[in-house]
Each structure stands twice: as C-alpha cells, then as structure tokens.
C-alpha cells in the first residue's frame, strides 16, 4: 500500500506530500491544492504587514490591519494606498496601537519587554484574540475576554485605561484565532502577490546586510542572542589588545617586556569577576524563577538570586549578635533616668523601644501603675493600662536568651499580658524580683539616677488601684547612642578598610610587600631591582641591612687598631705564670677493693 514499498499503510507525510493521493481526491492532491492557493501562511499578531519584522512604533488601519509607522510612511509617500488589499489608504486614517507591556520595559527601552493586557497582565500570543478600543486617532490594546467581561457584559463602556467612553462600532479586531482575516493571511497580501519584496526600512536593510539572522525576528530570544553577540565581540576584543584570558577567575596578572627598555605593561584584570555574595543577602532567593514559571503575566526569570534583607531584618536576625550597648535619658516631672540598652540579648525589644523614642511615642506619656517595693510601670499613651502598640503594629515575641535577670533595682522589662504579647509597655523595678525571670523580656537597666529621680517616684503615694495621686509624666525619651547605627557605621569603616586594602593589593601592594626579604625591591613587571648589588652598585648586598662593601671598609679601616691589640695581648700571655694541676687524692675504697692486686 506504501509508495515504493510492501507496507499495508500510508503515513501522513505520503499523504500530504505533493504527489498524494487517494480514493477522494486521487492523485496529485497536494500539487493541486498549492495551485488553488491552500499554501496558507499567518502573520505573527506583533508583525508589520508591510515589513513582516516586529514592529516598534505600531499602527492600524481602520479594518485591523497593523503596520510600523516608519514603513507604512516610506510606502504611502509613492503610492497612496494599503499594501495589503491596494485600497486607497492615507496617513490621516492611520490609529495610533498603544500596546503595554511587562515589568521589563524602561524609559530608556521602550520595547522592550513582552506585550501584554493592562488589565489581566497575560502575555499576548499568537493564540490570543486581541482588540484595540479606538478613541479618535489612537487606539489602546486589551485581550477580547478582558472587554467582554469587563465592558460589555457589565455595560460599562468607558476604556479601562484611560476611562474615556466608547462604542460597539470602536473595537477593532486585530487578531482573531478562530477567525482569520485577509490582513493576517500571508498569501493574501497584494504586494506580495505582485512580486514585490517585503518592505524595510534603513535600520532593518543594514542589519541584514550586517549578519544572517534577524535579531529581532527571534523576539525576547533575539535580546539574549544580541547580548551574547556583543559579550563575544568584547572578549575578542580584550585578548587582542594584551591577551587576557577571560575564562579565568583569578586575578593574574600578564606581564611582557618590550624592546630594550624593558618597560612594563599595566597589571590586567580578568574580564569575569567572582560574584561576590552580599552581606545581608537571605538564605531564600527571590523567588521570580518560581513565579514566573507558573504564571503567564510575569517575565521569564532563570536566575536564583538570593533576596536582599533590609536594615531591620540585617540587624534582628537571631544570629546576630550586635554587643555594642545603647544609651537613652528619660526625662521625667521627677528627674532624669538614664538607662542603657542590652541589644545583644534583647535586639527585638530595644528597637522597638528606640524607634517608639525616636517618633515621640513616650513624650507626655504618664506612668500608671506603682507598687511600692516593687516596679513602676508606663509606656502606655491611653494610661489606661490596656492600651499602647508597637513600632510594627502588632505583638512581639518575647526573648529569654540572655543570661540577664530581675536580680537588682533599676532593671527595665517589658510588660505584657502573656506569652509573646509585647507591645510598648514597661516596668522599672524598685528592688530584686526573681519570680518574673523567663516571664518578662528585659531590655535595659537604669545606670544613672536610682538614688534620685527613682526614689522619688517611690515615694509618691497612690490610690487603692496603684495609680500615682501624684503624675509622674515622662517628658521626653532622648537617644544618647544608637547601638544599631553604631554598628552599622563600624561595619562600614570596616568594609571601606578592606576595600581600600584590595585597591593597594591591585596597585601592586605597600612598600614591605613590593620589597623581598633579602631588601631587594620588586619591580612592576616582576623582576627585582639591584640583583644582588650594593648601593654603589658594585658589591653583593646580603639581607636587607648588611652591605658587604661597607663591612669590607669598615674592617680595612680598623685592621691597624687589631694588630696593636693582639701583640698586646700575645706579651701579656707571656708574662703570666704557669702552674701544675695538683694530684687527684685516691677515693678510699673498703672492703675487699676490686682485686686488681691478685
């Protein structure tokens, strides 16, 4: 059954061919077929139908035909009429396409990025039924099912971009999938039937007599093949000025000498640089890969980034541990407390505490409850005892990590209403409380003012609910040192330190790291400068500080000083007296000795 073989089938391709055939149509189908014009082609819905190039600056003809402002321009100035179906077509019918696009689109790329419905935000297909909504010489785009559901059923005919009212008779269809048109059929356009070319402009001849592919053709594809490109070019373009190697990491440096002045090439870098990870980057990535995987109105993302914390989140991790202490004042109608700050166990509390401060959350706030050998407690706007928030709208946990407790007067703890309900209220203690350790966060203690200004809100007497007869208000709450900017600060002298010893490492180091340990002095190029010279240039140098020439000086210059003294020193040897080392007496030895007289 098989053409050419004894197989009782036929494939689809056979079948298709143009030489097919069969009962129905016979033989030859194909051939036929192509003759009445069955080769259909379709235009991409982000095509010019002049140019057949993606389109950058988008209009329409009144019956949805698209083309690119600059082509149909150049084509109407000689001939007056539509290229696609020869009707009569002049500038003035032309409508403006306002097409949006996804979240890659700058000022500085406006084309950038995927075209999409300003509404839904899906990425517009060739599988998708696209309308423009025509209001006088533009156009804005939407998705066909955006403005069913949300135009005409509802009967609400204003545009959902720019609320501006219009009609049935307004919307143009510019692709219809299940319908498709004379202005998307390839094999129905006019000029093409004439045998004329595609219509480019200057931009679009260049680049193709530039390369073989049509960058822009591919798309978002095109984008990264034109990056490459270019990433190629200046590789070459580098290892052909000093041969660098681009495919290593490491920082060598290339060195050559030219010539007989033996000069030396500037240090090169290599052109990939190890990147380096952020210090307040999260063990989470951002999750763009993820979500633009599963959704349609995101822009593809293949990379892992890690996300980035902020200041806040940095400086509150649970592994970070920041030791510098913090100091505030308290002003009160009584005297000033000054209380110091114990971010390294309790970083959540003492910030809270810090940026309510700062923002006058505590100025004229009163105290509204005191016990008398006790504690003190405020932080309360309402003074109600029921009232007060934190710097972040909501309860906070509570932190028992640290080796601090309610053991002496002056300690400042947080008040709360049960586990994790820490808010703005606080308590400062009058004398040890042992029972309230691993129950209240404490966060600070008074350093300055226990005697004075602590006593006396002791003493003032109160009323059968605890409350003071007498207000003790709290004027203002005045930061002395933020240990949170503090660490921040050394943290970046610290890394401008190690910056600034990385940029001497790649001027080629310090003085002692551009001299060898015997003192000779390296050059830039390598090599050493004096090898094995003096500093007359004549005599071997050994070590950094010994200079043979000099010690041969020094030692021809004292040879007549030497010679006295050693014949000095010969005559008094000769005067000196000898003497005989004196006989050993025997050890007496008892018993029967050793038997050497047997």
Same mark, same amino acid.
């Given at each position: 059954?098989?053409?050419?073989?004894?197989?009782?089938?036929?494939?689809?391709?056979?079948?298709?061919?143009?030489?097919?055939?069969?009962?129905?149509?016979?033989?030859?189908?194909?051939?036929?077929?192509?003759?009445?014009?069955?080769?259909?082609?379709?235009?991409?819905?982000?095509?010019?139908?002049?140019?057949?190039?993606?389109?950058?600056?988008?209009?329409?003809?009144?019956?949805?035909?698209?083309?690119?402002?600059?082509?149909?321009?150049?084509?109407?100035?000689?001939?007056?009429?539509?290229?696609?179906?020869?009707?009569?077509?002049?500038?003035?019918?032309?409508?403006?396409?306002?097409?949006?696009?996804?979240?890659?689109?700058?000022?500085?790329?406006?084309?950038?990025?995927?075209?999409?419905?300003?509404?839904?935000?899906?990425?517009?297909?060739?599988?998708?039924?696209?309308?423009?909504?025509?209001?006088?010489?533009?156009?804005?785009?939407?998705?066909?099912?955006?403005?069913?559901?949300?135009?005409?059923?509802?009967?609400?005919?204003?545009?959902?971009?720019?609320?501006?009212?219009?009609?049935?008779?307004?919307?143009?269809?510019?692709?219809?999938?299940?319908?498709?048109?004379?202005?998307?059929?390839?094999?129905?356009?006019?000029?093409?039937?004439?045998?004329?070319?595609?219509?480019?402009?200057?931009?679009?001849?260049?680049?193709?007599?530039?390369?073989?592919?049509?960058?822009?053709?591919?798309?978002?594809?095109?984008?990264?093949?034109?990056?490459?490109?270019?990433?190629?070019?200046?590789?070459?373009?580098? !290892?052909? *000025?000093?041969? /660098?190697?681009?495919?290593?990491?490491?920082? @060598?440096?290339?060195? &050559? #000498? $030219? =010539?007989?002045?033996?000069?030396?090439?500037?240090?090169?870098?290599?052109?990939?640089?190890?990147?380096? !990870?952020? *210090?307040?980057? /999260?063990?989470?990535?951002?999750?763009?890969? @993820?979500?633009?995987? &599963? #959704? $349609? =109105?995101?822009?593809?993302?293949?990379?892992?980034?890690?996300?980035?914390?902020?200041?806040?989140?940095?400086?509150?991790?649970?592994?970070?541990?920041?030791?510098?202490?913090?100091?505030?004042?308290?002003? &009160?109608?009584? =005297?000033?407390?000054?209380?110091?700050?114990?971010?390294?166990?309790?970083?959540?509390?003492?910030?809270?505490?810090?940026?309510?401060?700062?923002?006058?959350?505590?100025?004229?706030?009163?105290?509204?409850?005191?016990?008398?050998?006790?504690?003190?407690?405020?932080?309360?706007?309402?003074?109600?005892?029921?009232?007060?928030?934190?710097?972040?709208?909501?309860?906070?946990?509570?932190?028992?990590?640290?080796?601090?407790?309610?053991?002496?007067?002056?300690?400042?703890?947080?008040?709360?209403?049960?586990?994790?309900?820490?808010?703005?209220?606080?308590?400062?203690?009058?004398?040890?409380?042992?029972?309230?350790?691993?129950?209240?966060?404490?966060?600070?203690?008074?350093?300055?003012?226990?005697?004075?200004?602590?006593?006396?809100?002791?003493?003032?007497?109160?009323?059968?609910?605890?409350?003071?007869?007498?207000?003790?208000?709290?004027?203002?709450?005045?930061?002395?040192?933020?240990?949170?900017?503090?660490?921040?600060?050394?943290?970046?002298?610290?890394?401008?330190?190690?910056?600034?010893?990385?940029?001497?490492?790649?001027?080629?180091?310090?003085?002692?790291?551009?001299?060898?340990?015997?003192?000779?002095?390296?050059?830039?190029?390598?090599?050493?400068?004096?090898?094995?010279?003096?500093?007359?240039?004549?005599?071997?140098?050994?070590?950094?500080?010994?200079?043979?020439?000099?010690?041969?000086?020094?030692?021809?210059?004292?040879?007549?000083?030497?010679?006295?003294?050693?014949?000095?020193?010969?005559?008094?040897?000769?005067?000196?007296?000898?003497?005989?080392?004196?006989?050993?007496?025997?050890?007496?030895?008892?018993?029967?000795?050793?038997?050497?007289?047997?």
């Amino acid at each position: 059954m098989g053409k050419g073989t004894d197989k009782l089938y036929i494939t689809h391709s056979e079948w298709s061919s143009s030489d097919a055939y069969g009962a129905s149509t016979g033989a030859n189908a194909g051939a036929r077929a192509q003759r009445r014009g069955a080769n259909f082609k379709k235009l991409p819905f982000n095509f010019c139908a002049a140019s057949l190039q993606p389109f950058k600056n988008p209009v329409c003809t009144p019956d949805g035909t698209i083309f690119d402002v600059e082509v149909i321009g150049s084509w109407l100035e000689k001939h007056k009429t539509n290229p696609v179906n020869g009707e009569p077509l002049s500038a003035k019918d032309l409508i403006k396409l306002n097409f949006a696009r996804n979240g890659d689109t700058t000022d500085s790329d406006e084309n950038k990025g995927d075209l999409i419905d300003p509404v839904t935000f899906k990425v517009f297909t060739d599988n998708t039924h696209i309308v423009a909504i025509r209001h006088g010489s533009y156009a804005n785009v939407f998705a066909w099912e955006t403005v069913e559901r949300m135009n005409i059923k509802a009967k609400m005919w204003r545009d959902l971009v720019d609320d501006e009212e219009f009609g049935r008779r307004d919307i143009i269809t510019l692709q219809d999938p299940q319908n498709v048109s004379a202005s998307r059929d390839l094999s129905q356009f006019k000029y093409l039937q004439d045998g004329q070319d595609a219509i480019l402009t200057k931009e679009q001849e260049e680049q193709r007599k530039g390369g073989s592919v049509n960058i822009e053709a591919l798309g978002r594809v095109g984008e990264k093949v034109l990056r490459a490109k270019e990433a190629v070019e200046r590789a070459r373009a580098a !290892r052909q *000025a000093g041969g /660098a190697d681009v495919n290593r990491l490491t920082q @060598a440096l290339t060195t &050559t #000498s $030219t =010539g007989t002045n033996n000069k030396p090439t500037v240090a090169r870098q290599s052109l990939i640089q190890e990147r380096k !990870r952020p *210090a307040n980057a /999260a063990t989470y990535t951002t999750g763009l890969s @993820a979500a633009s995987f &599963t #959704s $349609t =109105g995101l822009t593809p993302s293949t990379s892992g980034a890690l996300a980035l914390l902020s200041d806040e989140q940095y400086l509150l991790k649970p592994s970070h541990r920041i030791k510098t202490k913090g100091y505030v004042r308290m002003e &009160t109608n009584l =005297g000033p407390l000054t209380l110091e700050l114990l971010p390294e166990f309790a970083p959540k509390a003492v910030w809270n505490f810090l940026r309510l401060s700062e923002k006058g959350y505590y100025r004229d706030v009163a105290f509204h409850r005191s016990i008398r050998n006790f504690m003190i407690q405020g932080g309360d706007p309402s003074g109600t005892g029921r009232g007060g928030s934190s710097i972040w709208g909501k309860n906070f946990e509570d932190e028992f990590e640290g080796p601090m407790t309610h053991s002496t007067r002056g300690i400042v703890s947080m008040a709360n209403k049960g586990k994790n309900t820490n808010s703005s209220q606080f308590f400062i203690t009058y004398r040890p409380a042992s029972h309230l350790d691993r129950k209240h966060t404490i966060f600070a203690k008074v350093i300055e003012g226990q005697e004075t200004t602590l006593t006396a809100m002791e003493n003032v007497p109160t009323d059968g609910s605890d409350r003071p007869l007498n207000k003790i208000v709290i004027k203002d709450v005045v930061v002395l040192i933020d240990p949170f900017a503090e660490w921040m600060k050394q943290k970046k002298e610290k890394e401008g330190e190690e910056e600034r010893k990385r940029e001497v490492a790649r001027q080629g180091g310090t003085e002692d790291d551009r001299t060898t340990w015997t003192g000779k002095r390296i050059r830039a190029d390598g090599t050493v400068e004096g090898q094995g010279m003096g500093e007359g240039g004549g005599e071997p140098k050994v070590g950094k500080y010994l200079d043979v020439g000099a010690v041969k000086k020094a030692a021809a210059a004292s040879n007549t000083t030497t010679t006295t003294k050693a014949a000095a020193a010969a005559a008094e040897e000769e005067e000196v007296d000898t003497w005989e080392e004196p006989v050993r007496k025997k050890a007496k030895m008892g018993g029967f000795g050793n038997f050497d007289g047997w």
